[in-house]
């Protein structure tokens, strides 16, 4: 049984939620200290009032320790933003839908590193370089930018629809240590990349819709998330078969891995028009809100041990909800 403690409207729509922290882990410490924080990123589609018809923003947000939610800090962007990481507690890297990844630290500036002319979807960053992907049809791209020159160090054609061999949109990204990547898409494929010579290692065509969400968990396995309503775990020696396979909600925009507090993983499943899902190691679901998605629910964070925040983006809102 959940229960909703407050919600925001903003001006924009919000696309993802992720909490202000260094490490997503549910420690004793961390519950005790509030407020809490969280950064949303928003999309705006307007035409009719701005040269750039993509507006957006990344909004500071505070949940206090009864879970009144409130804005705190509002800082317009370039263009839209889908999806953010952070590079550290306070600074993060956005996918705008201008062709630019832009670098923001929280309390002082921020940058905006020209990629390509399309709206990129996602972001990848690990050791000074980001792994990013673009939605545009015609291109089908996965790029490589050096964040420590601000260049972009290679791209290539990452995905082509079987029936049409036209290039299709690269909805989601993931860098591994090694030079090793992956990238998901609307031709129901998840590609494993040396992104150093850009050479196709291997792929899994096991999706019964495009890829949407994708995560290295451990050198050898891939956490992934599909319009076709499945979370998948899968292992790259063997991409025939599924490691886990378990039926969500509705598609699965995202999943955030969080540290219970016996350092077990939580997975928080982002099931767009199915709501949430909250599961345990086990992927065994121990909480959701399949309502919660009649609005679209593209982000969602876990606050504290029970607590968490998620956007709803027809609606414009930004809810906190106790588990």
Same mark, same amino acid.
């Given at each position: 049984?959940?229960?909703?403690?407050?919600?925001?409207?903003?001006?924009?729509?919000?696309?993802?939620?992720?909490?202000?922290?260094?490490?997503?882990?549910?420690?004793?410490?961390?519950?005790?200290?509030?407020?809490?924080?969280?950064?949303?990123?928003?999309?705006?589609?307007?035409?009719?009032?701005?040269?750039?018809?993509?507006?957006?923003?990344?909004?500071?947000?505070?949940?206090?320790?009864?879970?009144?939610?409130?804005?705190?800090?509002?800082?317009?962007?370039?263009?839209?933003?889908?999806?953010?990481?952070?590079?550290?507690?306070?600074?993060?890297?956005?996918?705008?839908?201008?062709?630019?990844?832009?670098?923001?630290?929280?309390?002082?500036?921020?940058?905006?590193?020209?990629?390509?002319?399309?709206?990129?979807?996602?972001?990848?960053?690990?050791?000074?370089?980001?792994?990013?992907?673009?939605?545009? &049809?015609? @291109?089908?791209?996965?790029?490589?930018? $050096?964040?420590? #020159?601000? +260049? /972009? !160090? =290679?791209?290539?054609?990452?995905?082509?629809?079987?029936?049409?061999?036209?290039?299709?949109?690269?909805?989601?990204?993931?860098?591994?240590?090694?030079?090793?990547?992956?990238?998901? &898409?609307? @031709?129901?494929?998840?590609?494993?990349? $040396?992104?150093? #010579?850009? +050479? /196709? !290692? =291997?792929?899994?065509?096991?999706?019964?819709?495009?890829?949407?969400?994708?995560?290295?968990?451990?050198?050898?396995?891939?956490?992934?998330?599909?319009?076709?309503?499945?979370?998948?775990?899968? @292992?790259?020696?063997?991409?025939?078969?599924?490691?886990?396979?378990?039926?969500?909600?509705?598609?699965?925009?995202?999943?955030?891995?969080?540290?219970?507090?016996?350092?077990?993983?939580?997975?928080?499943?982002?099931?767009?028009?199915?709501?949430?899902?909250?599961?345990?190691?086990?992927?065994?679901?121990?909480?959701?809100?399949?309502?919660?998605?009649?609005?679209?629910?593209?982000?969602?964070?876990?606050?504290?041990?029970?607590?968490?925040?998620?956007?709803?983006?027809?609606?414009?809102?930004?809810?906190?909800?106790?588990?």
């Amino acid at each position: 049984m959940s229960l909703l403690s407050s919600h925001i409207r903003l001006d924009q729509r919000p696309a993802f939620a992720r909490r202000l922290a260094s490490a997503l882990d549910l420690s004793e410490d961390f519950d005790i200290v509030a407020p809490h924080s969280a950064v949303v990123s928003t999309y705006q589609l307007d035409s009719e009032h701005h040269s750039e018809p993509r507006q957006g923003s990344l909004c500071l947000v505070e949940v206090d320790e009864n879970g009144n939610i409130s804005l705190k800090k509002s800082i317009p962007k370039s263009a839209g933003v889908f999806r953010f990481e952070y590079l550290s507690s306070s600074r993060l890297i956005s996918a705008l839908t201008n062709g630019s990844l832009s670098i923001d630290d929280l309390n002082a500036k921020s940058d905006d590193i020209p990629v390509c002319d399309n709206m990129l979807l996602d972001v990848s960053p690990l050791d000074g370089i980001t792994f990013t992907s673009d939605n545009k &049809a015609r @291109d089908g791209n996965a790029y490589v930018v $050096d964040l420590n #020159s601000e +260049t /972009l !160090v =290679s791209s290539w054609l990452a995905h082509q629809l079987a029936y049409s061999n036209d290039p299709c949109e690269v909805w989601t990204c993931s860098l591994r240590k090694g030079n090793v990547g992956c990238t998901g &898409a609307e @031709d129901e494929t998840l590609k494993i990349w $040396d992104t150093r #010579s850009r +050479t /196709l !290692v =291997s792929q899994c065509k096991l999706f019964e819709a495009g890829v949407t969400f994708s995560q290295w968990i451990n050198e050898n396995q891939i956490l992934t998330g599909s319009y076709d309503e499945h979370i998948r775990v899968l @292992d790259t020696r063997n991409l025939k078969q599924e490691v886990h396979k378990i039926k969500a909600n509705g598609g699965v925009w995202n999943i955030e891995i969080n540290l219970d507090k016996g350092g077990n993983p939580l997975y928080l499943v982002s099931c767009m028009y199915g709501g949430w899902m909250l599961m345990n190691s086990n992927y065994d679901i121990l909480k959701q809100n399949e309502e919660a998605g009649k609005q679209l629910l593209y982000g969602a964070t876990i606050i504290n041990s029970n607590k968490l925040l998620y956007t709803t983006f027809n609606d414009f809102t930004v809810s906190v909800e106790t588990f």
